[in-house]
Each structure stands twice: as structure tokens, then as C-alpha cells.
């Protein structure tokens, strides 16, 4: 596509649910980054996904917290048991990344998470 | 573990300012930095990316330095408009796997 694509756009959730945010990167974009954002603070890395590499998953806060990358495209963020704190946007971006050069980061629109 | 810091952390001015955003990274093995504005409640749009072979890169009004060895990138915003006005971040892009996000500098600019 043309652009990074995050779904859906806001989820409201009950305390105790489970959670799926879905993103769509970049058509032949290789990188993947999930982001989280609470109200008013900065970015917080969660997880990357490089290629076929194990994927980088020392940003996840907790082991309710999981995510995958099918095919190398596709990515969802699981969010188990959702807690009130889980409330943020959770930002998706992709990269068309080379040994040693990086072409540079394009994000998606976000999901803004409520848990009730 | 890059460290990422962006002075002023808030900024106002009035409209037809030129300002400078200042941002210092304390790993200087980096590949690029780029520079990304976040309007409330959006996500993040790229405005510069610079190589780290390149001194600067412009785009319309914005202007963007490096310079790699003291660890430092300044955006430059000639003519400053109302629509300037959102959170500019910069990113350092190094070995590490993660993008760490400086906290930004939110603009700004009154009518």
C-alpha cells in the first residue's frame, strides 16, 4: 500500500480482555517497529521485526504483551488480560532496510487503545 | 544505549519567527537522523532524513543540520506559520535495533 496501515483505529476494551491491534507496513518494507504512546509522554519502543531475524522483543512491558509478524508483512500486537494502564496509542512503522543503510521510518496513524 | 535530548522542550512564538530546534544524541556511530513532526492526538509525519555523510538536508521551509562527531542536528523553520504549530522529534538512527525517541519539542505559533 501506499502508506503504513494500523487497525482499527480506536478500540475501547473491558478490563480483563484481550486485545489484537493489526499492522499493515509498507508493501517490501523489511522493518517493523511497534510503538506505544500514553497521554502526554513520549514514545515507548515495545518490539522490532527485521526480515526473518528473531525479532527484538526487549521493549515489551509484560508477558501479557506478544506480538508476530506473518509472512513477513502482516503484524498484530496481542495485548492479554488489558489493564487500565494499557491505555495509550500504539504506533506501527516500517522501514526498507539495507545492511548498514537505513532509507529512513514511515509511521502509521495509530491505535488508540481505551480499556475501561 | 543511545540517549536522546531536545532543547527547548517547549517553544512560542509568533507568527514569521524563523526558529531553531536543537536535538544531541550522545552515540555518534550513527547511519542517519531523521526529523518527524506529531500534531495531538496523530501519528508521526517524516519531514527530514539525513545521512550520516550529509550536513544538511532542506525541504521548503525546514532546513536540517548534522553534525555527527559532537552529536548534535538542529531543524531550522524559516517564516513560521500557525501549522508549524505540533511536537518535532528527532531520531538518531544507529546499530541498536530500537528508534529511542527523544521526549521533543512542542511548538507553538500564535497568529
Known amino acids: 500500500g501506499a502508506g503504513v496501515s494500523q487497525s482499527p483505529s480506536n478500540k475501547v476494551t473491558e478490563k480483563g480482555k484481550d486485545v489484537e491491534l493489526r499492522c499493515d507496513p509498507i508493501?517490501?518494507?523489511?522493518?517493523l517497529y511497534w510503538y506505544r504512546q500514553s497521554l502526554g509522554q513520549g514514545l515507548e519502543f515495545l518490539i522490532y521485526f527485521q526480515g526473518n531475524s528473531a525479532p527484538d522483543k526487549s521493549g515489551l512491558p509484560s508477558d501479557r504483551f506478544s506480538a508476530e509478524r506473518t509472512g513477513g508483512s502482516v503484524s498484530t500486537l496481542t495485548i492479554q488480560r488489558t489493564q487500565q494502564e494499557d491505555s495509550a496509542v500504539y504506533l506501527c512503522?516500517?522501514?526498507?532496510?539495507?545492511?548498514?543503510?537505513?532509507?529512513?521510518?514511515?509511521f502509521g496513524s495509530g491505535t488508540r487503545l481505551t480499556v475501561v | 544505549k543511545q540517549e536522546v535530548t531536545q532543547i527547548p522542550a517547549a517553544l512560542s512564538v509568533p507568527e514569521g519567527e524563523n526558529l531553531v530546534l536543537n536535538c544531541s544524541f550522545t552515540d555518534s556511530a550513527i547511519y542517519n537522523l531523521q526529523w518527524f513532526r506529531q500534531d495531538p492526538g496523530k501519528g508521526l509525519t517524516s519531514l527530514l532524513l539525513i545521512q550520516s555523510s550529509q550536513r544538511e538536508q532542506t525541504s521548503g521551509r525546514l532546513n536540517a543540520s548534522l553534525d555527527k562527531s559532537s552529536g548534535r542536528s538542529t531543524l531550522y523553520i524559516a517564516a513560521s506559520q500557525p501549522g508549524d504549530s505540533a511536537t518535532y522529534l528527532c531520531?538518531?538512527?544507529?546499530?541498536?535495533?530500537?528508534?529511542?525517541f527523544g521526549a521533543g519539542t512542542r511548538l507553538t505559533v500564535k497568529p
Open positions: 512503522a516500517s522501514s526498507l532496510d539495507r545492511v548498514m543503510i537505513n532509507y529512513g521510518y514511515t
Open positions: 508493501s517490501g518494507h523489511t522493518a
Open positions: 531520531v538518531p538512527r544507529g546499530n541498536n535495533n530500537d528508534m529511542r
